[in-house]
């Protein structure tokens, strides 16, 4: 699709007497305050001390269902809706994803192979966007189950070789009942071992059937397909030796609620060519897994709902390698999360923290405690101290300042599921430490679920959005922003963001210094919760204190790749004025989850015409990728950001 130009929507000043009569002195008033409040958060003095929004509405063709947002290395913008959480698009396969430049205004539709909604994604070394996973299936309620439904495990007892059968293979109960197939499945071919024959005896031959699962619908509506009782099913259409070597075995096939299914494909989305381009499967279906980069390039896949809809098991965690592009499941890092949880590399090789956080499915009573993860012998010990730990669901976690500091912090949250109950806390833990343990950090002004958290390069973080209440119940969004100091472990206030902002939204850093928020799904659209919600399309554009603080630096040349432990030069204008020197990754977000997000402190020398800087050494700190290149000057001002590629 061609590419449209976006539109800037400004409040302007109204006048006493404009659309309202003398006679209506409400109205008056409410103009009057709304002229005030516009020319209050519009003057350059407001400006320099809380910054400044700025609504934008993209043309409507070209207006998608923001679930997912990252920012290219081309410094356009990703924005992935897959079906947008639309059940009616995802029956229609309308499946969509839109690249926009917010430097030039241009939008541009991508085709989307298959439902990326609620997938996961990292950046790969090569500034590539690695995605992973999505929906193969919506939940149905309970009341809304027409047809049984349960997983079918598909085993195959010939090692001749592996079968895979289409989506709609029937497989047949011994009492004549049918069932169907919603996915193709592949099952790999039986193990055969053969033990020579030696002075004890004859040799032998052993098979080992090998499995794969798939889920089934029953064939017909009603009762009469439901069952609690393990059983063999035939598959239809088979004969012979297969119809023997091959077959389905069920547990329970019932009407209750059926919930969301994960996918299993995977795409690395190219930034230059602005194509998905298919790389190997995964081994598990994933909806809301974490894709976590490692320091050697590889990713690592945790969580999500497999085929089954059921909380990936721990011991299905996978990695993928981006030079063969294929994944490998690794039963030794063997540890149980919940959906979409926050995990993040620290400075020790091997070593991810898990911070709590995060996004929706799995009991309560499990994998909910922040604590270290050793990659090297699977050992998990925990982090205590964190406040209201039963409400970290829909909280979000970053980095407080430059990642060699190793302190996180967790914000906000709410109970498990659709409980009321949302959190104030902000706590903060310093990994470098001993024995890391949770401090309190200054409270939001509001109890806070779905904050959005973004890494400024000054080392300050944005907090801004969130709801009261489960998916903004109740008119509860916040329409509020707060600016953490990890410096002086203070917030300080921001301006206010006029768009609310609660589940399925995001937020991301700009190369120019600025910070987007796209997205928002909320269940009502008032407070009384009668009218069901919209999906928020609008971006909105934050500008921060420190660009009204004078002028910018820039940086004028230099090289667009660095080695790690390396020095490089970049030319800069008043080289006497920098201040600091910020290597920040570009941010993948969504539902809460950034691990990619983190600055990294660089040592540099002035000279006369730039600076010198040396890259750091360590891969944990800084792993392999696209990065920005920001310098500082003294008054804390930004330059715009150069792309280099840390490799």
């Not at 939940?139 to 079968?163: C, F, I, Q, W, Y």
């Not at 592009?325 to 919940?338: E, G, I, M, S």
């Not at 919600?533 to 204190?545: A, D, I, K, S, V």
Request: charged share 20%; hydrophobic share 35%.
């Amino acid at each position: 699709m061609a590419s449209k130009p976006f539109v800037r929507k400004v409040l302007l000043p109204l006048a006493a007497t404009s659309l309202v009569g003398a006679v209506n002195a409400p109205p008056l008033w409410s103009a009057a305050v709304r002229w005030r409040h516009e020319r209050l958060i519009n003057s350059r003095s407001y400006q320099a001390t809380h910054g400044f929004w700025q609504t934008v509405a993209l043309p409507r063709d070209v207006r998608v269902n923001a679930i997912h947002a990252a920012l290219l290395p081309t410094g356009k913008i990703l924005l992935i809706a897959g079906s947008g959480n639309d059940r009616t698009q995802f029956q229609a396969g309308t499946f969509k994803t839109l690249v926009f430049d917010p430097a030039g205004g241009s939008t541009r539709l991508v085709p989307t192979p298959t439902d990326l909604f609620c997938s996961g994604h990292t950046f790969l070394p090569d500034g590539k966007l690695l995605v992973a996973g999505g929906t193969l299936r919506y939940e149905v309620l309970e009341r809304d189950v027409t047809h049984a439904g349960g997983t079918m495990t598909v085993k195959n007892e010939s090692p001749d070789g592996p079968r895979s059968f289409p989506k709609g293979t029937v497989f047949v109960a011994a009492n004549g009942l049918r069932y169907v197939t919603d996915d193709a499945v592949t099952v790999p071919a039986a193990t055969k071992t053969v033990t020579p024959p030696d002075d004890d005896g004859p040799g032998t031959v052993t098979v080992k059937a090998s499995s794969a699962e798939v889920w089934v619908d029953a064939a017909g509506p009603g009762r009469q397909y439901t069952t609690d009782r393990r059983g063999q099913y035939r598959i239809d259409g088979l004969t012979g030796a297969d119809a023997h070597n091959l077959y389905g075995l069920a547990d329970r096939i019932t009407m209750a609620k059926q919930e969301y299914q994960g996918r299993k494909e995977t795409y690395e989305f190219n930034p230059v060519t602005e194509r998905y381009e298919r790389v190997a499967d995964m081994h598990v279906k994933r909806w809301y897994p974490t894709l976590a980069g490692l320091p050697d390039g590889s990713v690592l896949a945790a969580s999500g709902l497999d085929g089954s809809g059921q909380v990936v098991d721990g011991a299905a965690n996978e990695v993928f390698d981006p030079a063969t592009r294929t994944w490998k499941v690794r039963k030794d890092l063997n540890h149980y999360f919940p959906t979409y949880p926050t995990l993040l590399q620290t400075a020790r090789p091997g070593v991810l923290f898990y911070t709590g956080s995060n996004s929706g499915y799995g009991p309560a009573d499990r994998g909910r405690d922040p604590g270290l993860w050793n990659l090297t012998d699977n050992s998990f010990r925990k982090v205590p101290g964190i406040r209201d730990p039963d409400q970290l669901e829909t909280s979000m976690s970053a980095w407080a300042g430059p990642v060699q500091d190793q302190r996180v912090m967790v914000v906000g949250g709410g109970g498990v599921g659709e409980s009321r109950k949302s959190t104030r806390r902000i706590d903060i833990v310093d990994l470098g430490t001993t024995a890391p343990r949770f401090r309190p950090g200054p409270d939001l002004p509001e109890g806070t679920r779905y904050p959005n958290l973004v890494t400024l390069p000054d080392d300050t973080t944005l907090i801004t959005n969130g709801a009261r209440d489960y998916r903004g119940r109740g008119d509860s969004d916040n329409h509020v922003a707060r600016i953490y100091h990890p410096d002086t472990n203070r917030l300080s206030v921001a301006a206010d963001p006029a768009v609310g902002r609660n589940y399925h939204s995001s937020a991301l850093l700009l190369p120019d210094g600025r910070v987007m928020t796209a997205g928002s799904d909320p269940l009502y659209a008032d407070k009384k919760n009668t009218i069901a919600g919209r999906f928020e399309q609008r971006l909105e554009f934050y500008t921060p204190p420190y660009l009204f603080h004078g002028p910018r630096p820039a940086i004028t040349g230099g090289p667009a790749v660095l080695g790690y432990g390396t020095s490089a030069t970049f030319g800069t204008s008043a080289p006497a004025d920098i201040a600091s020197v910020r290597l920040i990754r570009p941010g993948a977000a969504t539902h809460m989850l950034n691990v990619d997000q983190r600055s990294v402190a660089v040592e540099f020398r002035r000279g006369a015409d730039g600076i010198s800087i040396t890259v750091p050494a360590e891969r944990t700190l800084l792993p392999p990728g696209a990065y920005m290149l920001f310098v500082v000057n003294r008054a804390g001002v930004p330059s715009v950001a150069r792309w280099v590629l840390v490799s």
